[in-house]
Antibody, heavy 115, light 107 residues
């Protein structure tokens, strides 16, 4: 069974940092496009970042320069390093697998970040 | 950035009804549009990609259409399990953006 499990969320002070993890089973993070999406409390969805198979990265405007997406192929895990956190970064953060070109077909259950 | 606007924000319909949700883009996204269903406390679920391609396992009661700047998601024969919030999302260039969501309630 394919499964994505996020972890690393928590409470952090403004200006602080967190690193989120997305452990994958049944799915190779190095062989797929992987993404992070977030959802602020009671709000809609916001695309955060994308990691290409070739290592290229893309970010939403609100996190560019503060967040970094990466992966560990040996651990089959996707990461999101979040620096200089702001109260508006408070959200549930989901990792997801991307169908080539841009729809998200497999999602994790999410991890909550409170700033 | 391309802005996605959904209408209505909320709709209420009866079991068996046909409902239509509209998603408009501020500029053309060609056919690169997806639809998701989200139930409270759950991660979103992909319903449709590339405008009208039904994701595996999604009932054929769901149908997508459109091109360019205007898209629709139609649910035929509405069922109680369809009570959820629906989001459109474009993927024609970065940043990818979502609509604000349409909440579907069952009368």
């Amino acid at each position: 069974e394919v499964q994505l499990v996020e972890s690393g969320g928590g409470l952090v002070q403004p200006g602080g940092s967190l690193r989120l993890s997305c452990a994958s089973s049944g799915l190779s993070v190095s062989s797929n496009y992987m993404t992070w999406i977030r959802q602020a409390p009671g709000q809609g969805l916001e695309w955060v970042s994308l990691l290409y198979i070739d290592g290229s990265t893309y970010y939403g405007d609100s996190v560019k320069g503060r967040f970094t997406v990466s992966r560990d192929n040996s651990e089959n895990t996707l990461f999101l390093q979040m620096n200089n956190l702001r109260p508006e970064d408070t959200a549930i953060y989901y990792c997801a697998k991307v169908i080539p070109l841009g729809a998200f077909d497999i999602w994790g259950q999410g991890t909550t970040v409170t700033v | 950035d391309i802005q996605m606007t959904q209408s209505p924000s909320t709709l209420s319909a009866s079991v068996g009804d046909r409902v239509t949700i509209t998603c408009r883009a501020s500029q053309s996204v060609l056919g690169w549009l997806a639809w998701y269903q989200q139930k409270p406390g759950k991660a979103p679920k992909l319903l449709m990609y590339k405008t009208s391609h039904l994701e595996s396992g999604v009932p054929s009661r769901f149908s997508g259409s459109g091109y360019g700047t205007e898209f629709t998601l139609t649910i035929y024969n509405l069922q109680p399990d369809d009570s959820a919030t629906y989001y459109c999302q474009h993927y024609n260039g970065y940043p990818w953006t979502f609509g604000q969501g349409t909440k579907v309630e069952i009368k």
